[in-house]
T-cell receptor, first 114, second 112 residues
Framework: GAVVSQHPSWVICKSGTSVKIECRSLDFQATTMFWYRQFPKQSLMLMATSNEGSKATHEQGVEKDKFLINHASLTLSTLTVTSAHPEDSSFYIC??????????FGPGTRLTVL | DAKTTQPTSMDCAEGRAANLPCNHSTISGNEYVYWYRQIHSQGPQYIIHGLKNNETNEMASLIITEDRKSSTLILPHATLRDTAVYYCIVRPRMDSSYKLIFGSGTRLLVRP
């Protein structure tokens, strides 16, 4: 089956710094990837849709200048949390659309901002 | 916002069938029902999807009522590894965005 990886799996950073999270499709090409955020004991919240070669589409209420998304190739999308603060601490998960009816999800990245 | 309603939690005994209900009373004719699950601290995993007919694959069966207002995901022989949060999601057939909007899901606990 299709495999999606994320790096790093966890990261701790100081408040005010920026953090980059990578999402890779390992054995397929993904024109569309998605970024989600999940707080403890809550459901996944879609943050943005990332399309290769074009600007990402952020969901309402998600600041595009704070959560920068780059989808420079068919196998890599990156999410950069700029000027991170403790309230940005969360589990960030990406997914890649494989076929019309299937998305494969990465294992997630746990971000802790001190 | 999510278009589905699921019980907050359920449990079943290992080896027995787990039947997870989902209410989607406002579903329209061109919307699919998808099921994903999320094991603790992992990314979600696709299980199955359907439009009108019942569906079965190696993981589960999906039973959709005739009026399509509800469905049931069946894990025929639940194992401890099936303990997870199960999400029922409704998505338009012709939605070119392919977005998935997750609701709160059902936390299934499989007991030894």
């Amino acid at each position: 089956g299709a495999v999606v990886s994320q790096h790093p799996s966890w990261v701790i950073c100081k408040s005010g710094t920026s953090v980059k999270i990578e999402c890779r499709s390992l054995d397929f090409q993904a024109t569309t990837m998605f970024w989600y955020r999940q707080f403890p004991k809550q459901s996944l919240m879609l943050m943005a849709t990332s399309n290769e070669g074009s600007k990402a589409t952020h969901e309402q209420g998600v600041e595009k200048d704070k959560f920068l998304i780059n989808h420079a190739s068919l196998t890599l999308s990156t999410l950069t949390v700029t000027s991170a603060h403790p309230e940005d601490s969360s589990f960030y998960i990406c997914s890649a659309r494989v076929r019309d009816h299937e998305q494969f999800f990465g294992p997630g990245t746990r971000l802790t901002v001190l | 916002d999510a278009k589905t309603t699921q019980p907050t939690s359920m449990d079943c005994a290992e080896g027995r069938a787990a039947n997870l209900p989902c209410n989607h009373s406002t579903i329209s004719g061109n919307e699919y029902v998808y099921w994903y699950r999320q094991i603790h601290s992992q990314g979600p995993q696709y299980i199955i999807h359907g439009l009108k007919n019942n569906e079965t694959n190696e993981m589960a069966s999906l039973i959709i009522t005739e009026d399509r207002k509800s469905s049931t995901l069946i894990l025929p022989h639940a194992t401890l590894r099936d303990t997870a949060v199960y999400y029922c999601i409704v998505r338009p057939r012709m939605d070119s965005s392919y977005k998935l909007i997750f609701g709160s899901g059902t936390r299934l606990l499989v007991r030894p």
